[in-house]
């Protein structure tokens, strides 16, 4: 094992853990946004009770993402200086955009968030919470639309063995970060509205043990350790709520997977070849559900929207690729691909049926089966692996190239690191990594396990009055 392959994994070791904390981070920020939002609008004691639990769970989780998201810069300058050298000038723009302009919005309007409670008026405190959702937002646009350009470089030029960006606003609007934005935020939402399912079947299955032993004529029957009184059916509320927007989120991420799809047709024909087991060019090629099993059509109509269109295939583009760029080995990991796209469409399918189910057995205002409550909890794990099955095929699959068409990753890597170096980091980022995990896995079921704290509503402070100092009875 050499440098390279020391380098990438120590990418992706550190990469998909970061990447677990951002589409939680996304989708929990505005789902408790709406919460507050719900809670401002009626005045019901239970929202303020959901907004500041879940919103406890969405700052912890937000300050896992900023710690473990700073060591992807440096790997740029420690492990891929080349590749940093080639797509630095058109990298600098998007990315000054998420940092001065997102990243400023999220963090400054959180800060004044999670230190305004009784401070600031309420629809002031309310639109703070909203500003930092946008910033979050708009840095996973300005992210993923780098992220794009490696797949789909527009509005560029190469000079001097380096790409010069000629048109910002191509890069931005590129057509593959046009899909792959409402895609990737989409599922954030599944992982999120996932998370809060599995949060609140536990809470339910957990007040309803907490009545049985206390009095069970009374509904609201003790406090737990300090915590607010048990109430199945304020979770109700946040189990609901989560199982429209998971919902929604998927049918969001159906409408762009098929856009994607066809695009990866146009501008990456590898991966889309991959993910599909497909040998050689094909007209009307079936769709593969595991090896030997194949439905016919199905694959060209998806990526064509045209049943008998031609699809090309693995060996066909890597001879193609030869003869374009030079001998070498243009095929990704194929199995890799070929198994992530499976776990990504199955656990995601199962995770939106799962949302659907739910909305079916809790309408009208029905109590939630114990059984469903349990199956709930399958919602944490199941979006989460997708997503992160997603992000193995979309990044894999464009393997060996780090910029498609243009630069090859084995290019990409700092000439001067050494194997031993690249290993020592590697041993060091996954051990702090696994440290910061179970830490964050602690720190998370600690809270959840303790429940939501008691709130007593601050006098109303009108919107248009002086801010002033109350009794911090609703302060973190």
């Not at 020391?6 to 951002?22: E, N, S």
């Not at 937002?137 to 794009?148: E, G, K, Q, T």
């Not at 007040?207 to 032993?213: C, H, P, V, Y």
Request: aromatic share 10%.
């Amino acid at each position: 094992m050499d440098a390279l392959d020391l380098a990438r994994w120590q990418f992706g070791v550190t990469t998909v853990y970061h990447f677990l904390f951002v589409p939680l981070t996304i989708g929990l920020g505005v789902f408790v946004a709406g919460l507050q939002t719900a809670w401002h609008r009626t005045g019901k004691a239970h929202y303020l009770r959901l907004t500041k639990f879940f919103g406890k769970l969405f700052l912890i989780n937000f300050a896992m993402g900023v710690v473990t998201g700073l060591v992807q810069e440096f790997q740029f300058g420690m492990n891929w200086s080349a590749y940093s050298t080639f797509v630095g000038d058109v990298f600098g723009a998007p990315l000054a955009l998420e940092a001065l302009l997102a990243f400023f919005l999220e963090s400054t309007f959180l800060g004044l968030w999670i230190f305004g409670w009784d401070r600031l008026p309420k629809r002031i405190h309310l639109a703070c919470l909203w500003a930092a959702v946008i910033g979050s937002n708009l840095s996973a646009y300005f992210i993923l639309a780098a992220n794009a350009w490696m797949k789909h470089p527009v509005g560029y030029e190469v000079v001097d063995g380096k790409a010069r960006m000629t048109d910002l606003w191509a890069v931005l609007t590129n057509s593959t970060a046009l899909a792959q934005v409402p895609h990737v935020v989409a599922a954030a939402f599944i992982v999120a509205g996932g998370f809060v399912i599995a949060v609140s079947g536990y809470r339910i299955l957990r007040e309803r043990r907490m009545i049985a032993d206390g009095d069970a004529t009374v509904p609201m029957a003790r406090p737990a350790r300090g915590r607010g009184p048990a109430d199945p059916m304020m979770w109700r509320t946040s189990l609901r709520a989560a199982l429209v927007m998971t919902a929604i989120a998927g049918a969001v991420v159906a409408g762009t997977g098929d856009m994607s799809g066809q695009l990866l047709r146009e501008q990456q024909p590898m991966k889309l070849a991959a993910a599909e087991g497909l040998p050689h060019d094909r007209k009307g090629a079936p769709a593969s559900i595991v090896p030997g099993v194949e439905v016919p059509y199905v694959l060209s109509l998806l990526a064509a929207h045209d049943p008998n269109a031609e699809v090309q295939g693995v060996e066909d583009i890597q001879r193609r690729y030869a003869e374009r760029y030079g001998e070498a080995d243009y095929r990704p990991n194929v199995p890799v691909v070929f198994w992530s796209f499976r776990v990504m469409i199955g656990f995601g399918l199962a995770t939106v049926g799962l949302s659907v189910l739910g909305l079916w057995l809790t309408r009208r205002r029905r109590g939630t089966p114990d059984w469903f409550a349990r199956a709930c909890l399958l919602a944490l794990p199941l979006p989460t692996l997708a997503i992160v099955a997603g992000w193995l095929l979309s990044e894999i699959g464009r393997q060996p190239w780090t910029v498609q068409g243009e630069l090859l990753t084995a290019a990409s890597v700092s000439p001067g690191v050494s194997v031993t170096e690249v290993a020592i980091s590697l041993a060091l980022f996954t051990a702090l990594y696994g440290a910061l995990a179970v830490a964050e896995g602690w720190l998370l079921a600690r809270h959840v396990k303790a429940g939501p704290e008691p709130v007593v509503p601050a006098p109303r402070v009108p919107d248009d009055a002086e801010p002033v100092r109350l009794a911090p009875t609703l302060m973190y």
